[in-house]
């Protein structure tokens, strides 16, 4: 038995080098790699965000579905979202801050049609502990991420509503809202 000791201690650790996977940056480009091959098979439309720190929602620039507004920086303004009934979306949020998280984060917030943003936004001030979602009005939510502090990226995907109209979404970090954080999702035929 002892002579097939090397062989054994060998054959060990040759397994346990090819499951040990590779090195940080490989690991990040297989998973990015993963992301994209998901989305190309899901056919679901992305909508790329970026939260500054003007406390707007904006984009690279125009796309099929979207409008937008003046020019911020290197972005556009991004104003609304068009989606069919029962279109399936992804919203990808990045933050772009150097601030530390407590001062800037940016989620989105996709409320129902008849909710009260400005009072919603309200209650979010108040609720820090659960990442400014206000729990007492978690029915007037259709969708929302998690906060993106900066260098973050967040991302939720959500079917859009089969009742044709308007629903605003938001970032409920405190003042985000009532600094223009905000926007519709305009759902049409």
């Known amino acids: 038995m002892t002579r097939f000791a090397p062989y054994l201690l060998s054959l060990m650790l040759l397994f346990v080098t090819a499951c040990g996977g590779g090195s940080d940056q490989q690991q990040a480009e297989d998973q990015t790699a993963d992301t994209q091959a998901t989305e190309q098979a899901d056919d679901i439309r992305t ?42 979306l992804r ?46 009005r978690e029915d007037q939510i259709i969708a929302h991420t998690d906060l993106a502090a900066g260098g973050e990226t967040v991302e939720v995907t959500f079917t859009a ?17 009532s600094g223009g954080m905000k926007g519709m999702l305009k759902v049409e035929e």
Do not use: Q, W
């Not at 003007?54 to 104003?79: A, N, P, Q, S, W």
């Not at 509503?161 to 985000?176: D, I, N, V």
């Open 161 to 177: 509503p089969e009742e044709t109209g308007e629903y605003e979404y938001l970032c409920s970090f405190p003042g985000h809202y």
């Open 47 to 88: 909508i790329e965000m970026v939260g500054i720190d003007r406390m707007k929602f904006v984009v690279d620039g125009e796309e099929e579905g979207i409008t937008t507004g003046e020019k911020m920086g290197d972005y556009v303004l991004l104003k609304t979202i068009t989606a069919a009934p029962g279109e399936e």
């Open 91 to 136: 919203v990808r949020l990045y933050t772009e801050s150097d601030l530390p998280a407590s001062a800037m984060a940016h989620n989105f917030v996709l409320l129902t049609m008849n909710a009260d943003a400005a009072a919603f936004a309200n209650a979010a001030s108040k609720a820090r502990d659960n990442e400014y979602i206000p729990s007492d």
